[in-house]
């Protein structure tokens, strides 16, 4: 990950060595030091999510609205070590303080999928992977699913049957998350008494946590996304 501008630290703090001397100097003539350190805005953090899908996953973080941190999100339509790589190369052109890679599965062979978490983690970058595909993590708002074998071709008839009660509908050629089902995901559910997305994290995490995480690739079915929204969350 590209560090923060040396070169604009460094400036700065000439800068501020230069007014100590001016102060010291006025101190040893008995002058009054008036000048008065500006106040400074608070830079805020940088998030950087690079994404496999160019409609699902960005449709889906760009409706969080952060008030502590910034966040950009990239719709790459490249997979597995090719986004990794992509989001390499996108981090050279700026700085961020976080750099997340959001990728599933799919069809794609256990080692690419393995190495692209190995080599995007080696190189400081966070991964919230998913297996089988991202839409697994929507579902756990409306499921609590136990981790086993659910291929992504049911996902969206599953999903659909949640949605038909407040007349959404997720269209499997657009893969868009469109406000009211986000809406909906962030809504209260009435037999927990708790926000959809609290209970999806929960259930994420609890099925996150049955597997050694020694091959990915094989741990059917589940989802990292849980860590990037609760990283998401301390900004909101």
């Not at 100097?25 to 009054?32: D, N, S």
């Not at 490249?78 to 961020?96: F, G, K, M, P």
Request: hydrophobic share 35%; glycine share 4%; aromatic share 10%.
């Amino acid at each position: 990950m590209k560090m923060k501008n040396k070169k604009a630290e460094q400036i700065e703090k000439k800068e501020k060595h230069r007014e100590a001397r001016k102060a010291a100097k006025k101190r040893r003539r008995g002058e009054p030091v008036l000048d008065r350190p500006e106040p400074k805005k608070p830079v805020k953090p940088s998030i950087l999510i690079v994404c496999e899908g160019k409609n699902t996953e960005p449709s889906y973080f760009r409706q969080f609205r952060l008030s502590s941190a910034t966040i950009k999100v990239v719709g790459e339509g490249c997979n597995t070590i090719s986004l990794v790589n992509r989001a390499a190369e996108i981090i050279q052109q700026d700085d961020y303080d976080q750099v997340w890679c959001v990728f599933d599965k799919d069809d794609f062979p256990e080692e690419d999928f393995n190495n692209a978490i190995a080599i995007a983690e080696a190189q400081g970058m966070s991964v919230a992977y998913s297996n089988q595909a991202f839409e697994y993590w929507i579902i756990l708002h409306f499921e609590d699913h136990q981790g086993g074998p659910m291929h992504r071709s049911d996902y969206v008839d599953k999903l659909n049957s949640y949605l038909s009660q407040w007349g959404e509908h997720y269209d499997k050629d657009s893969k868009v998350i469109s406000e009211g089902i986000f809406g909906i995901l962030e809504g209260i559910d009435p037999k927990f008494a708790l926000v959809r997305r609290s209970l999806a994290i929960r259930r994420a995490k609890r099925i996150y946590d049955q597997f050694d995480h020694r091959s990915p690739a094989r741990e059917e079915s589940s989802t990292k996304v849980y860590s990037l929204v609760e990283e998401i969350l301390k900004y909101l």
